[in-house]
T-cell receptor, first 114, second 116 residues
Framework: AQSVTQLDSHVSVSEGTPVLLRCNYS??????LFWYVQHPNKGLQLLLK??????LVKGINGFEAEFKKSETSFHLTKPSAHMSDAAEYFC????????????FGTGTRLQVFP | EAGVVQSPRYKIIEKKQPVAFWCNPI?????LYWYRQNLGQGPELLIR????????DSQLPKDRFSAERLKGVDSTLKIQPAELGDSAVYLC??????????????FGPGTRLTVL
């Protein structure tokens, strides 16, 4: 069985400060891990994915995440938040052999204050 | 290139009424997914198609939900009759099977259903 736990339902930061969105996973199989972003009234967009290659994954818009097997974590970070980063972020897990089966976390809402 | 198109974007109906959602995937994508996203939750897969075949419908409530993808392109998801608990956002996604095993799913904007 697989699952993800997003440790914070809401995160608030000031523009220009670092962003940290936390995610822990559970997987019976070697996992693939993803972060998706959902802006209001828009479709989910893939930010980045880990598929058993490099453990530090760089994504779009300056985001990156590090796969830590020992901690079963895949936290999302960005050095400097921008107002346009305000959105809902989902951590997602799937078996590495079948990324058709995506299991989504409950989401973290990121607010960015000027 | 156009993304995944869904219509309608919003739908309000009374309980016990039928409702249908339509999805047009990205051109050339042979895998199509329908998800349901309840308020404050992540999306959950309802059904997955490869071309015309429903290869995973284990999470589809078959007593009231049905789906079809007759020509392996567009798809329709239907609820009949709708219940109050069906209020949610219904998302369609598509991917290219040739990119497996790491085929990225591209999502449409969703249809927000409100059942009164």
């Amino acid at each position: 069985a697989q699952s993800v736990t997003q440790l914070d339902s809401h995160v608030s930061v000031s523009e220009g400060t670092p962003v940290l969105l936390r995610c822990n996973y559970s997987s019976s199989y070697s996992p693939s891990l993803f972060w998706y972003v959902q802006h209001p009234n828009k479709g989910l967009q893939l930010l980045l994915k880990y598929t058993s290659a490099a453990t530090l994954v760089k994504g779009i818009n300056g985001f990156e995440a590090e796969f830590k097997k020992s901690e079963t974590s895949f936290h999302l970070t960005k050095p400097s938040a921008h107002m346009s980063d305000a959105a809902e972020y989902f951590c997602v897990v799937s078996p590495s052999y079948n990324t058709d089966k995506l299991i989504f976390g409950t989401g973290t809402r990121l607010q960015v204050f000027p | 290139e156009a993304g995944v198109v869904q219509s309608p974007r919003y739908k309000i109906i009374e309980k016990k009424q039928p409702v249908a959602f339509w999805c047009n995937p990205i051109s050339g994508h042979n895998t199509l997914y329908w998800y349901r996203q309840n308020l404050g939750q992540g999306p959950e897969l309802l059904i997955r198609y490869e071309n015309e075949e429903a290869v995973d419908d284990s999470q589809l409530p078959k007593d009231r939900f049905s789906a079809e993808r007759l020509k392996g392109v567009d798809s329709t998801l239907k609820i009949q009759p709708a219940e109050l608990g069906d209020s949610a956002v219904y998302l369609c996604a598509s991917s290219d099977i040739r990119d497996r095993p790491y085929n990225e799913q591209f999502f449409g904007p969703g249809t927000r259903l409100t059942v009164l």
